[in-house]
């Protein structure tokens, strides 16, 4: 108990802690939820106890990040404030989540931009001068549509004929899933130079 007459372990920041190592280390987006707590929920709610935060609290939080011109950092906020609380609520150490029927402030729109012809073939130019290792990476990345990560972390023992076999540790959901290879991703990748212990 701090001389104030609060107890300490009762703080959204030492909570907060507690849910980063017990439940959201676990998840691929952990380094996320930390900056998010770090930078946008601590400095404001850090020193308070977790029964103390109302739905007017984070609908005020919330509105900050979006008057500050960040709509969508504001739906991250949001879904964090939520997942923290979630977390309380299932460990019985409060009763209600003070987020629950809070509305995402900004809509998300997902990114259609497709490549026209004449940019693929100038990017697979650039790819060519760039040269190996970056420049066969972002060119195997435009042949399967993978992620960067997926990409640059992929081995000869996933490879089964034409299909790319990447584990579950390897993809963002968590599942494993095969991705059909071109001819010409696999004369991509028969051209890169081998290293020692067949990666």
Known sequence: MAPNGVDETRLVRVLGVEFLRRHAS??????ETARVLEREIYPSWGHRPVESISRRDVIDLIEMVVDRGSPV???????VIRKFFNWLVSRDVLSANPAADVKPPGAETRRDRVL??????????ACNTLGWPFGSMFQ?????????????????????????RIPGARTKNGKA???SLTPQALRLLQSL???IGGS
Do not use: C, Y
């Open 116 to 125: 026209s012809d004449d940019e693929i073939r100038l990017f697979w130019r």
């Open 26 to 31: 676990a998840n691929k987006t952990a380094a």
């Open 73 to 79: 950092m504001a739906n991250r906020v949001l879904a």
């Open 140 to 164: 195997l990345r435009l042949l399967t549509g993978q992620r960067r990560e997926e990409v640059a972390a992929i081995t000869w023992k996933e490879i089964d004929d034409e299909l790319w």
């Open 193 to 195: 130079p081998s290293i």
């Open 177 to 179: 899933h095969d991705v």
